[in-house]
Structure formats: structure tokens, C-alpha cells
């Protein structure tokens, strides 16, 4: 309307507290997330395996049905943390393809789009944009994986009983801690992608090289140089190695713990500086 006119009025309304605008972000990204029925099937097909883990551990407690089925209980496989590790190896693996659909169009959209001096002309900080489209990513993989796993780790505690949850309490915080670890690595590797490249399927294939590549690229120097040092390059092997730390479980190659978390943390401080480097209100184009 005319300025000249003054009719018009300050908005009246509540006002969005500071700390939560970042969720704005997140829930117009939810919508169209849950647009597409592929996703959404993927999605319910992720508690697929928690649901027969689940199954296991009721078996394992179960006498009529051990007796019914005719079950060998020596041949049921033991609740401990190399279950655990297993079911959230698995787990991982599926948020690993849910993040490589979902992750590489959060910002590549904004970006082909110039759509980012729209965000930071509202109440909005480029941290805030970038946790915004990171808790899209981060509430997803929570649901599929600590989330059911606590949920599994509290029935089996339900029905071993309060000695098992005294002695066995690390599993617990080994799938909170380990979830995390894998989903900030994701998170920050799938927007920092998806930042630098404007294409969507070219950012998704280039999740996928950089975990496959890389991993070939760790296993063809430890060969030549007959060295354990490759795997610091191997993001899945330094997962793999913190998870088996977390979990009490011996190692599987000779990279130490305390060398995998270096290694990752030093990969995730690469993703956010690159985001830094990327994510701005403005693009100089150099002629």
C-alpha cells in the first residue's frame, strides 16, 4: 500500500522466541520431506530392523514361545554390545542413504536459487540457517537411530531386570554417543556439499564418492605402504573404530581410538569452515 496513506499497522501478533527461529527453517523443509512418498516409505522402512531386534529380545525371554517354536536357546544370539553394535551399524548405514537423498538439496536449492540474501534480511544469522538445516537432517536420523535404540536397550533392561541395567548402563550412553557421532559427521559432510554444488544429483554422488573413495583410496595406501594410516581417511573405518571403543569391543584394525576421533574431528572442522566459506548473504562472480 501507498506509504502516504498511513493505514498501515505493526504487526500485533506473538512474536517467534529467538531461540527457536532456526526451527522455521526445519519445518518448511518437513513439508516437502514428507511430499514425497518414496521418502516417506523409506522412512517406515528403516524400523524394519528394529522391530525384528525387538522380537529377539522378547524371544530370548519368552518361555511359551522358545517352547512353541522349539527354539535352541544356546543358538539365540546373546544381548550384549556387539548386538548393539550390530543393530546400529546397521542403522547407520540406513541414515547414511536417507541422508544421501534428503541432505544435498537443503541448501544447493537456496544457492542455485540466490535465495540465501532472502533468509539473512529476516532475523536469521547464518548459524542459525545452517543449525536450521541441519536439525532436518539430525531429528530424521535421530528417529531411526538412538531413538529406537534406547528403546531397545530399556526392554531389555525391563526384562533382564536392575542388575543388567547397573552393569550394562555403557551400552546405553555407547548407542546415544555413537548415533551422534555418525549423525553430526553426516549432517555437516552432506550440507557442506550440498553448499558448494548446485545440483542435487551431482552433490548425491559425490556423498556417495566421497565414502567409497575415500575408503579405496585408505585400503590401496595401507597395501603399498603397509600402514594402518590409511584408515584416517576412511570416515566409515574411523565410525567404526569409535563405535567399537563406545561399545567395548576389540578392535578390528590397529587404528587407535584416540586417532579416529582426531581424524573426524578434524574432517568436521573442514565441513564448517567450508559452510563458512559458502553460506553468505552474498556471491562475488569474478569476471
Known sequence: MAVYKRTYQPYQGTLTPAWSRFLVIARQAWRRVFDSRFLIFYFVLCFIFPAVCAVLIYLRHNAGAIAMFKIDVARLIPIDGRFFFHFLGWQCSMAFLLTAFLGPGLISRDMRNSALPLYFCRPFSRAEYVLGKTSVL???????????GLLLFAFEAYLEGGAWLGQNLYLASGIFLGAWVWIITLCLLALALSAWVKWKVVAGALLFGVFFALAGFSA????????????????????????????????????????????????????????????????VVKS
Open 138 to 148: 539430525a531429528i530424521l536420523l535421530s528417529a531411526i537411530t538412538w531413538a529406537p
Open 220 to 283: 590401496a595406501i595401507n597395501e603399498v605402504l603397509h600402514t594402518n594410516s590409511g584408515h584416517l581417511i576412511n570416515l566409515a573405518e574411523l565410525v567404526r573404530t569409535i563405535l567399537l571403543d563406545l561399545f567395548r569391543l576389540p578392535p578390528r584394525t590397529g587404528l587407535a581410538p584416540e586417532s579416529a576421533w582426531m581424524a573426524l574431528a578434524g574432517i568436521c572442522v573442514v565441513c564448517v569452515l567450508l559452510l563458512d566459506r559458502k553460506v553468505r548473504a552474498f556471491e
